[in-house]
C-alpha cells in the first residue's frame, strides 16, 4: 500500500542520513537495496557476529585513552594466555597437592623402612636420640604447617559495604579493594596481602596463611638438607653397590638389597634436589620478609622507586617497620616464649590484623617488648 511505501521510504531516508549517501534512489530500488542490506546483516550466524564485534572492542581497547601503555598493550595481547594458564592451574591444582603428599610420604617411608634400622645398628645412643627427635620433631612441623596453608583461607575483602579504608576498585570483582589487596586470577577473587597462587597448596597465599606457607618450605627445606646430609655416606655406598664395572666378579647382593640400595639413591636425589631449590625460594621470601612486602609488591615498590627517583625524590615503603619488627608481625611474637610456642612448635595463632587496615605501628618504634 502507499503508507507501507511511505515507512520504507522514511527508512531508506534515515539510512542515508545516517551512513551519508551523496545520491538519491528511485523508490523501488531504494527498496531493494534496504532489502540487501538488511539481509546482509542476517546473513552471518549470531556467534560470529558477536565475535567479531568482540575482537573489534579488543582492538580499539588498545587505544581508547592517552593513559594506554606498554603494560596495558601486553596484557591484551596476551589476555587469552593468561586465562588458559590461569585455567590449567585450577584444575591441575589438586594433582599438585597429590605430588607433594606421595613423594613425602615415600621419603618417610624409606627413612622408616630402611634408615632407622640401619641407625639404630649402627649409631650410640646419643646420636639415635639426635636422629629420632629431630626427625619426628621436623616431619610434625612439615605435616602441620603444611596442611594449614593449604586448608586456611587467605583472606578475602568484604563484598558487602563496610567503613574500612580502601585504595581502589578491583576492575574483576567490581568492589572496594584495602591496601595490599589483588585480584587472583586463578582464584578468580580478590585476596588480602596476596603474595601469590601456590600450585603446590592449590590455594592463595594471602594474610591469614602467609606464616604457614613459609614455615612449611622453612621446614621442608630443613627436612631435605638433614635426609641429604645425613645420608650422603649411605648414597655413596649404594650406589657403589650398583656400579656395574667391576674389575672383579660382582657382589651377590639379593633383590632386597638391590631395593634397599635404589630406595637409598632416591631418597638422597630427591631430597637434595628438593633442598637446592625450595632453599633458594625460602631465602628469597625471607628477603621480602625482612623488607616488610609480599612478591607482588616486591614489583610494585621497584616501579614506585623509579618513578619517585626521576622527581628527585625517595619512595619508602610505608609497610616495612624495620627488620626485627617485620618478623615479630609476621610470626605473631609478641613475648619472648612465642619464639618458642609459636615458632619452634606447631601454633595455629591468627596473625596481626584483619588484613584491611595496616597501622600495626603508628610510630616507627618498637613496642613489641621482645
Not at 638438607?225 to 647382593?253: K, M, W
Not at 640400595?261 to 637446592?276: F, R
Not at 612486602?293 to 625524590?313: P, Q, V
Request: charged share 15%; aromatic share 16%; net charge positive.
Amino acid at each position: 500500500s502507499k503508507s507501507k511505501w511511505s515507512i520504507l521510504g522514511a527508512w531508506v531516508v534515515c539510512y542515508q542520513q545516517t551512513y551519508h549517501f551523496p545520491f538519491v534512489l528511485p523508490n523501488c530500488v531504494e527498496f531493494l537495496f534496504l532489502l540487501f542490506l538488511l539481509r546482509g546483516q542476517n546473513r552471518l550466524p549470531l556467534w560470529i557476529r558477536e565475535i567479531w564485534a568482540y575482537m573489534r572492542l579488543l582492538a580499539k581497547s588498545l587505544y581508547f585513552n592517552s593513559l594506554t601503555d606498554s603494560d596495558v598493550v601486553f596484557d591484551s595481547v596476551f589476555e587469552p594466555v593468561f586465562l588458559t594458564v590461569d585455567y590449567v592451574t585450577r584444575w591441575f591444582g589438586l594433582v599438585f597437592v597429590y605430588l607433594v603428599v606421595i613423594l613425602t610420604s615415600s621419603i618417610v617411608g624409606i627413612a622408616y623402612v630402611v634408615l632407622l634400622p640401619l641407625i639404630l645398628n649402627t649409631y650410640s645412643p646419643p646420636w639415635i636420640a639426635w636422629h629420632v627427635c629431630y626427625g619426628h620433631w621436623n616431619l610434625i612441623m612439615i605435616a602441620f604447617h603444611y596442611y594449614k596453608a593449604a586448608n586456611t583461607s587467605p583472606g578475602y575483602p568484604p563484598t558487602e559495604k563496610h567503613d574500612g579504608p580502601v585504595v581502589s576498585v578491583c576492575k574483576k570483582c567490581i568492589i572496594p579493594k584495602p591496601a595490599r589487596t589483588h585480584h587472583c586470577g586463578i582464584c578468580n577473587r580478590c585476596i588480602l596481602k596476596m603474595d601469590h597462587h601456590c600450585p603446590w597448596l592449590n590455594n592463595c597465599v594471602g594474610h591469614f596463611n602467609h606464616r604457614y606457607f613459609f614455615s612449611f618450605c622453612l621446614f621442608m627445606t630443613l627436612g631435605c638438607v638433614y635426609c641429604s646430609i645425613s645420608g650422603r655416606n649411605l648414597f655413596l655406598d649404594a650406589y657403589n653397590a650398583l656400579e656395574t664395572h667391576y674389575q672383579t666378579p660382582a657382589p651377590p647382593y639379593t633383590f632386597k638389597d638391590k631395593m634397599i640400595h635404589k630406595s637409598i639413591i632416591y631418597m638422597w636425589v630427591l631430597t637434595s634436589t628438593v633442598g637446592v631449590a625450595l632453599g633458594a625460594l625460602t631465602f628469597w621470601h625471607a628477603v621480602l620478609i625482612s623488607r616488610g612486602e609480599t612478591s607482588i609488591e616486591r614489583h610494585i615498590n621497584s616501579k614506585e622507586t623509579k618513578r619517585m627517583a626521576k622527581w628527585g625524590k625517595v619512595y619508602r615503603n610505608p609497610f616495612n617497620y624495620s627488620r626485627l619488627n617485620n618478623w615479630k608481625i609476621f610470626l605473631g611474637v609478641e613475648k619472648r616464649s612465642h619464639w618458642v610456642t609459636r615458632v619452634l612448635l606447631p601454633s595455629a595463632h591468627p596473625p596481626h590484623g584483619d588484613g584491611l587496615t595496616w597501622a600495626v605501628f603508628p610510630v616507627k618504634k618498637d613496642l613489641i617488648p621482645v
